[in-house]
């Protein structure tokens, strides 16, 4: 790969390298470290982001794929997250709209006074949107319910409402708003882990961090230092001071993949009371169906966190009470869990579920600025707001945010769906160039999946893959849709990987079985 590609690491390495102060320092590359380098670099700021593993790696590759306002937060009685949440949703589907998708999702009835119920309901949730409403909810019949969604259960079905929402791809925006902020100028650095905080004074003034690829050492000077980690901020924080507080609780949400055929048609099925109080979507995504999800308080976290079989049960129990067509564990094609980095309760008495969604910028006594909670589909919002606060706090000259009207990389409008390779947008036809200069890449990587050999050496190439885990679980989505597709993938992805990286067979098999041992996770056979 030439040096001029600005995707590759050494021209990232370069650029991260290239300055001694950089005006903002973002401590991680999930959505809402990412979204606050957009909106820092675009405003002006030299912006400098560190990612301790992939973009996404975490919760945020790991969502019901929803850009929502949130039907249950407005059941709560939370208007004005709800309100933003929408707006955001509008805003997101004209700057990415081939990665945002407008999906109708039904609420089958069961009850005589439901139809009523939701229907009013959903009124609201359309007049929120204003004009960005995706479109108006309506009650159908049971006739009508049953002929959308042929594999729902008809005993006491009485009808559903039907109301549309945004669905959308997590980690391909990831890897979008990456590629936007380096195009912008922004120094863009996986696989980069901050290990300590440089405080002079108590003052924060920058980072010291170590490439994890070479093991190399680096100070990084910066203005404002803002720590958007998630279910990491307090390792950020407890460097600043160890014994701070903790303060995010994660609570695990887990989802179960299935096969298109036990949601055939074009609608997603809400249902809006659980067991636990939750709502559980099943929503067609990539021609399969993802369920979920569930609300388990954990007390500690990691980058790979496990589905608990009782969270599997429940959904299998919870999806099948709606069902004609009953699933089994053997359907599964895949189990993922993310974690949500929810505000920790002062007094332990707060349900998750009733813990707040809406996000806080908090600002220590270092001058550290750590931003937590909220949701990918308000991640532009949250990202405004935080560096709204460090010019308030007199750390950055005033500029006005910029991301409003952002068109996203891959941009474009009206993309052909029948076409898997629409996900990529206008680079799509860069994929197509690089299959005419290399036939072999047309070859599928998988013959049960449509995706080609030509995505991984994009994703190499210019998506700043590193693994063969960022390419099959975050580039193209494999590991989500079809676990065991995704193990039996691993050596041809390691193969192109190592032949566009220039790595020998020893590296190679390290990929293989590095990802297979977290792949394992996926499958529950």
């Known amino acids: 790969m030439s040096a001029k590609n600005i995707f590759s690491r050494e021209s990232l390495l370069n650029r991260a390298k290239s300055e001694s102060k950089w005006d903002v320092i973002v401590i991680g590359g999930g959505a809402t470290g990412l979204g606050v380098a957009l909106d820092s670099i675009t405003r002006g700021y030299k912006t400098l982001l560190l990612e301790q593993a992939d973009f996404a790696k975490g919760t945020s590759s790991r969502s019901t794929k929803l850009v929502h306002g949130g039907v249950r937060y407005l059941a709560q009685g939370n208007v004005d997250l709800v309100r933003e949440a929408l707006h955001e949703r509008g805003l997101l589907s004209k700057n990415a709209p081939h990665l945002v998708k407008n999906q109708s999702f039904i609420i089958p009835n069961y009850r005589w006074y439901e139809g009523a119920f939701y229907t009013i309901g959903l009124k609201m949730y359309d007049l929120l949107a204003g004009k960005l409403s995706l479109g108006k909810s309506f009650h159908i019949n049971k006739k009508e319910t049953a002929d959308r969604i042929t594999t729902i259960r008809r005993n006491k079905l009485r009808g559903g409402v039907v109301y549309q929402d945004g669905q959308f791809d997590d980690s391909r925006l990831a890897v979008n708003v990456a590629q936007t902020a380096i195009e912008k100028g922004a120094a863009v650095l996986n696989y980069f882990k901050v ?224 076409n898997h390779l629409y996900i990529y947008g206008s680079d799509q036809d860069e994929i197509q160039k690089l299959i005419n200069s290399r036939p072999e890449l047309a070859e599928k990587i998988h013959p049960r999946l449509d995706f080609k050999k030509a995505e991984v050496v994009w994703a190499v190439q210019k998506e700043i893959a590193r693994t063969v885990d960022d390419i099959l679980a975050r580039r193209v989505r494999m590991l989500f849709m079809d676990a065991d597709a995704a193990i039996e993938s691993a050596p041809v992805v390691a193969d192109l990987l190592a032949s566009e990286l220039g790595k020998d067979e020893a590296w190679k098999n390290a990929q293989i079985e590095a990802f297979k041992e977290i792949a394992k996770n996926y499958s529950i056979k």
């Open 195 to 418: 290990n300590n905080l440089i405080i002079n004074n108590n003052k924060i003034e920058g980072v010291s961090a170590k490439d994890q690829e070479t093991g190399e050492d680096y100070t990084f000077s910066g203005k404002t230092v803002i720590n958007a980690t998630g279910v990491f901020t307090d390792e950020i924080l407890k460097m600043e001071d160890p014994n701070a507080r903790n303060m995010v609780k994660p609570s695990q949400g887990v989802h179960l993949v299935f096969d298109k055929s036990f949601l055939p048609g074009e609608d997603a099925i809400m249902i809006p009371k659980t067991e636990d109080g939750r709502v559980l979507f099943a929503v067609p995504w990539h021609d399969k169906v993802i369920v979920g999800t569930t609300d388990t308080q954990l007390d500690d976290h990691s980058l790979e966190p496990q589905a608990l079989e009782k969270e599997i049960e429940f959904i299998l129990k919870t999806f099948n009470n709606y069902l004609e067509k009953k699933v089994t564990r053997k359907d599964v094609r895949s189990v993922y869990a993310g974690l949500r980095p929810l505000a920790a309760p002062k007094d332990g008495s707060e349900k998750s579920k009733e813990i707040s969604r809406s996000h806080k910028v908090i600002v220590s006594k270092t001058g550290l600025i750590t931003i937590t909670g909220g949701k990918w589909t308000t991640f532009r919002k949250m990202a405004e707001d935080t560096i709204n606060k460090a010019i308030s706090l007199g750390k950055l000259q005033d500029a006005v945010c910029k991301t409003k009207d952002l068109k996203i990389h891959g941009f474009k409008e009206n993309p052909d769906l029948t």
